[in-house]
């Protein structure tokens, strides 16, 4: 199994990832609500077994703790492809959600890189998830991940469901991305780590 589990303490945060790219348990609890369910997408829709545990300074606002859990998850990912021996590399999905569609185009690179186009007003979802924190998401993704990230709202009106179809289009980008098509590294220069 391609699984691996992070810890992160601070003085801000106290975040435990466990990830497998083969699948397995999900279970999430980050103290916000609508984090937790854009999360779930990830798992369900990447195939991917996930256990979040994360606890924050969710008094100030919701920054520290959905940047970190990015930062986790990454590590997580980063951790679980090893070399990247074998891997596709390369995945891409477009994602509905009622009215609203959104574009995640990924490439496990080793070379982190993050494009988001996403136009979300500025607003609080549920207990306290602030919007803004999507392109901080997927920043400290990408980062960590070393991967390089296109993501795109390509129409919506609905805020929610632009924001769970940029979830959903990541979660089936990356299922396509690490899934084993053979046993070499998929790059002329020979690594996809460095």
Do not use: W
Request: hydrophobic share 45%; glycine share 10%.
């Amino acid at each position: 199994m391609r699984k691996a589990t992070i810890q992160r303490r601070t003085n801000e945060t106290d975040i435990q990832v466990e990830f497998s790219l083969d699948g397995g348990v999900t279970a999430i609890s980050t103290g916000l609500g609508f984090f937790d369910h854009m999360l779930h997408q990830i798992a369900k829709h990447g195939g991917f077994g996930l256990t979040i545990e994360a606890k924050g300074d969710l008094k100030v606002d919701s920054h520290h703790l959905v940047e970190d859990v990015g930062l986790c998850l990454g590590d997580a990912l980063r951790e679980a492809l090893g070399d990247r021996r074998g891997i596709a590399r390369f995945g891409e999905a477009h994602v509905p959600l009622d009215e609203a569609l959104a574009r995640v185009v990924v490439d496990l690179s080793g070379r982190p890189h993050c494009v988001i186009n996403a136009d979300l007003p500025l607003m609080v979802l549920g207990d306290g998830f602030q919007t803004e924190m999507v392109r901080e998401f997927f920043i400290a993704f990408s980062t960590r991940g070393a991967l390089n990230l296109h993501a795109s709202v390509l129409y919506g009106s609905n805020v929610h469901h632009r924001i769970e179809a940029l979830f959903k289009a990541l979660a089936r980008a990356l299922r396509q991305a690490v899934r084993m098509v053979g046993d070499e590294i998929a790059s002329t220069k020979g690594t996809l780590t460095n």
